[in-house]
């Protein structure tokens, strides 16, 4: 069961007659930071989530303006004077230090954080990983939920890899969608519609887990299941999957494993969260068998949790999102580290201080060198 706050009376959580017990509330934020951020913090607000609040976070006050969102913060005020960051993560780091007060007192007593960042720009790819810290250091789950650059965007690259490294260390899991990858499956859509699918894709993912913790469900998923998986670390990939046949159940969950959007050894994943939606018709037994056949496809030693809602609305259909956690590293971002192998370790970097090397140079020497 979740902690209940310093302050809680006690009274209100006790069974009386005629009443039932009250479930403790569980405050979730999501924090959109950045442009792309913002983007899915529209596609969710659109999509009717509620019992949370939708944060978007920006330097560039114009775009700020445009989006639909619970609560709209400009960082960097001094520093940006609301006209952006330029695409310089220096920039958006240093937004986000003009402004961590005003974060870090929004961030008070939030049990779960979703951070939402496009990797590789400037705002969200500086401010970000502070902001997780942040939220981090007050007692939050955090669940960094991130975005790569495309092949094309080759000047993004060692922005990304950096912030993906900073994402990792403070936060207890970070979900990652490769573009890329999503480019592959709807090619023949225009570059904007790829981004909206995008946007779609991470807001169902966080409405599905959303709605899992907080709302009456035929199998409920609690805060304590949240943090079992969550905790595990490292890196996350989502699948989505959803079927209409007969076997409804087993052709759903193929379905999700088949669609992870990142290239990542999901077989040796350290955990899984499991979310299913069905109509009125959706039986325990279907519910329980989607359970089971991740359970089997991911390993002996794997947590597994999961959650089920009925929802009328998806008649004759069950839909599968699955968050698989722990992936190991050296099977995610391929085509990144490739191009950041020689510059820039990700698992070790900034494990401690920079320090002066003990050698000799023989500057004399090389000065009077002569080919």
């Known amino acids: 069961m979740a902690r209940t706050r310093k302050g809680t009376s006690q009274s209100r959580l006790r069974k009386t007659a005629g009443e039932s017990l009250l479930k403790p509330k569980c405050r979730i934020t999501v924090l959109g930071i950045g442009g792309a951020g913002n983007n899915t913090i529209s596609k969710l607000i659109e999509n009717g989530i509620t019992g949370v609040e939708c944060v978007a976070i920006n330097t560039d006050l114009r775009d700020l303006n445009f989006v639909n969102a619970s609560r709209k913060i400009l960082i960097g005020e001094n520093v940006t004077r609301g006209l952006s960051a330029g695409g310089n993560p220096e920039i958006g780091r240093a937004a986000i230090e003009e402004s961590k007060t005003h974060i870090e007192s929004l961030l008070e007593n939030v049990d779960v954080a979703f951070i939402i960042v496009g990797l590789g720009g400037g705002t969200g790819t500086g401010a970000a990983p502070i902001v997780a810290d942040i939220a981090h250091r007050k007692g939050a789950v955090v669940v960094g939920v991130v975005t790569t650059p495309l092949r094309t965007e080759k000047i993004w690259t060692e922005h990304a890899v950096r912030a993906l490294n900073d994402m990792q260390r403070t936060c207890d899991t970070v979900v990652v969608i490769d573009n890329n990858k999503l480019l592959e499956r709807v090619s023949p859509l225009p570059m904007t519609e790829v981004f909206k699918l995008t946007d779609q894709v991470l807001a169902n993912m966080i409405k599905n887990v959303v709605e899992t913790l907080l709302s009456p469900s035929l199998i409920n998923l609690d805060l304590a299941d949240f943090k079992t998986i969550l905790k595990k670390g490292g890196v996350a990939v989502v699948g989505m999957g959803e079927s ?8 759903a ?3 999700a494993l088949r669609t992870p959007l990142l290239d990542a050894d999901y077989v040796s994943a350290k955990g899984a969260l499991i979310h299913v939606c069905g109509d009125s018709n959706m039986t325990i037994d279907e519910a329980n068998r989607v359970g089971e056949i991740v359970t089997e496809m991911i390993g002996d030693n794997a947590s597994v949790r999961w959650g ?12 599968v999102t699955l968050v698989m956690t722990g992936v190991p590293p050296p099977n995610i971002l391929s085509w990144l580290e490739s191009k950041m192998s020689k510059l820039y370790d990700i698992e070790s970097s900034f494990s401690e201080p920079e320090k002066s090397l003990p050698i000799e140079l023989g500057l004399d020497q090389i000065e009077n060198f002569e080919a």
Do not use: Q, T
């Open 244 to 251: 209409g046949e007969p076997n409804r159940a087993e052709e």
């Open 253 to 255: 969950v193929r379905n």
């Open 308 to 319: 089920a809602r009925v929802n009328p609305s998806v008649e004759g259909v069950l839909r």
